[in-house]
């Protein structure tokens, strides 16, 4: 049975267009009615989200010449505060990749010039991964672009509804980073 998309859903007393994810859950109702496919309406929501969402963050790294994952290495160098630098280590501490992606990244942003390892003088054996000039005036100028791109994004919520989706964002992520 076709759902016209334009059919809309009251929420808090506001009309609201229904979305891809009501038609599919309106499938699996008629299909499946004794199965309660409620998870989907969050899980796939978020999913969907998460490509839109990685896709218009991607656009304006790839805009300023940074590599996928790039960003996240010279932001989390430069909120280190000076001298912006961490240890390999520390930097897989604040990320979720791997040891071997995070070589791959290091290298990539050492080749362009945006950061140096230098030897750790704490630990002879070790080394500090740390932002050249040139990367941190790229990184400065990546977070500016990205938090405008950032509030962008975020446009069509109110401050309150922001608010509200962090909160719960916040305690369904703490169910996988306890």
């Known amino acids: 049975m076709a759902t016209n998309y334009l059919d809309v859903k009251i929420y808090g007393g506001k009309r609201m267009n229904k979305d891809k994810l009501d038609l599919i859950l309106e499938q699996w109702a008629a299909e499946k ?40 290495v010279l932001a989390t160098l430069l909120r280190a505060g000076p001298p912006y630098q961490l240890s390999p280590n520390d930097l897989l501490r604040w990320m979720l990749v ?56 975020l446009s069509g919520l109110t401050a309150v509804q922001q608010e509200q989706l962090t909160d719960l964002l916040r305690i369904w992520l703490r169910n996988f980073e306890a």
Do not use: Y
């Open 33 to 72: 009615p004794g199965l309660d496919c409620a998870p989907m309406a969050v899980i796939g929501r978020a999913l969907r989200l998460a490509a839109h969402l990685d896709r218009e963050l991607t656009k304006v790294f790839a805009g300023l010449g940074l590599p996928p994952g790039g960003f996240d």
């Open 98 to 153: 791997t040891s071997g992606t995070m070589t791959h990244r290091l290298d990539q942003l050492e080749k362009a010039g945006w950061v140096e390892r230098r030897p750790n003088p704490a630990d002879g054996r070790g080394v500090l991964v740390a932002l050249t000039e040139a990367g941190k005036t790229l990184a400065d100028k990546a977070l500016a672009a990205h938090l405008d791109n950032e509030r962008k994004l």
